[in-house]
């Protein structure tokens, strides 16, 4: 599979529970939690590179998640790193690597935008 | 103890008209007490109980991002919590499982905020922000009683 390069200027996209639990807070602002790793590796967090994306098949229920887009330019202006990291399943899979403290997981959380999909 | 059903009660006193606007007065105060805001918010911590216990449920990858299952003690510890907030009057403003299989919850006064996460290894740690920056983190000890981070939180 080709490896692309992500530009600044790309978007990721990051799906979001919203059906219990939701990462939505009560004012609409998106938790911290959103943005952080699991336990399997803490340091990367799954993407999907928005141009070789689909929604459809990004938010994969729209009934239980939202889709949740950033620039690349945010995590690499926190010293974080983004690549091209593609699945078997997932062509469009991408990676946010680095150091995630709670603060990372805040700013990255505030400048993520909710995506209306339609479906 | 007051009766929320003055007509119905037996050993009411008729004659006693001061008692009978006393009464009316008090159920009024009393029912205005649980419709307030405050109280609104203070039983919804039942809800954010309820809400764990059903976190406490959900299976490995329920974020499908391989989230892990929430721990029994991060549940124990966060409900036990929730409960003495309540206790002391304050209202929880979020709760969630982290990816890691602990709870977090977040109590908010404006523009202070205090996050307090339970671990699966039985460590409890808040973080407080003020303007969303970092105002002060540590381990929170669950059996101390003078939660002195409320006053702050309150101030």
């Known amino acids: 599979m080709d490896i692309l390069i992500i530009e600044n200027s790309d978007f990721l996209l990051r799906r979001v529970p919203i059906d219990k639990p939701s990462y939505f807070k009560q004012d609409g602002t998106l938790s911290s939690l959103a943005f952080r790793p699991s336990s399997k590796n803490r340091s990367e967090l799954s993407v999907d590179l928005e141009k070789l994306a689909t929604y459809e098949k990004s938010i994969l229920d729209p009934k239980r998640f939202a889709l949740c887009k950033i620039q690349a330019s945010k995590p690499r202006n926190l010293s974080l790193d983004c690549i091209h990291a593609p699945i078997e399943s997932n062509y469009a899979h991408s990676l946010i690597k680095g150091k995630f403290t709670d603060s990372i997981c805040r700013i990255l959380s505030s400048s993520a935008k909710k995506i209306d999909v339609q479906i | ?155």
Not at chain 2, 68 to 83: G, Q
């Open chain 2, 1 to 155: 103890m007051i009766s929320l059903f003055p007509s119905t009660e037996v050993n009411y006193n008729i004659d006693s008209t001061n008692s009978i606007s006393e009464y009316y007065h008090s159920f009024e105060e009393l029912s205005s007490y649980f419709n307030s805001t405050y109280m609104q918010e203070l039983l919804k911590n039942n809800l954010h109980i309820n809400d764990i216990l059903y976190y406490s449920e959900l299976p490995k990858n329920w974020d499908s991002y391989d989230a892990d299952k929430v721990s029994l003690l991060s549940f124990n510890n966060s409900v036990k919590y929730i409960r003495k907030l309540t206790s002391l009057g304050i209202p929880v403003y979020f709760s969630a499982p982290t990816p890691e299989g602990n709870i977090l919850i977040e109590l908010r006064n404006k523009h202070k905020s205090i996050e307090i996460e339970f671990f699966s290894n039985g460590k409890t740690i808040y973080s407080a922000y003020e303007n969303d920056y970092l105002f002060e983190s540590n381990i929170l000890n669950l059996e101390d009683e003078n939660f002195i981070l409320t006053s702050w939180l309150n101030n």
